[in-house]
């Protein structure tokens, strides 16, 4: 599942080769039809955000193909493990980092910690001093 950014070529379909920002300017039907219909067409996010600039006065259009895109992207991505998510995503699962972060929140609940969650993300203080070395 390759996320497709906004100056990226379309792979398939009758306007093969074509930039996926001039299909938005010369044929915003098939964009709309490609976003709501067809699973091989997931744009990144970040189309979206650029879109929003690109063309201010059509802000609730982007915002509404948005949402069919993450809709889509998301009921597609449950057919794929996390690796050949993060693959296809080109980021890499740090297995270690999630070591690390599974110790921390064992020794938090060790140490008489309430919500690690809520203390991880500082809206909560139930521990004032922890030596974590």
Do not use: H
């Not at 599942?1 to 098939?30: C, H, R, S, V």
């Not at 890499?92 to 972060?101: C, F, H, K, N, V």
């Not at 921390?104 to 993300?121: A, P, Q």
């Amino acid at each position: 599942m390759e996320l497709l950014k906004l100056q990226d070529t379309i792979p398939f379909g009758k306007l093969k080769g074509k930039i996926i920002n001039e299909i938005w300017k010369e044929n915003p039907a098939y964009f709309n039809y490609l976003v709501k219909r067809n699973d091989k067409f997931l744009l990144d996010r970040t189309v979206f955000y650029e879109l929003q600039q690109l063309y201010p006065n059509e802000k609730k259009r982007i915002k509404q193909l948005s949402l069919y895109n993450i809709r889509k992207t998301i009921s597609i991505s449950d057919f794929y493990t996390d690796e050949e998510l993060a693959e296809n995503n080109r980021e890499m699962i740090d297995y270690e980092q999630q070591e690390r972060d599974s110790a921390l929140r064992n020794r938090y609940y060790e140490m008489g910690g309430l919500d690690f969650d809520l203390w991880r993300s500082g809206e909560l203080d139930d521990i004032d001093c922890i030596d974590w070395d």
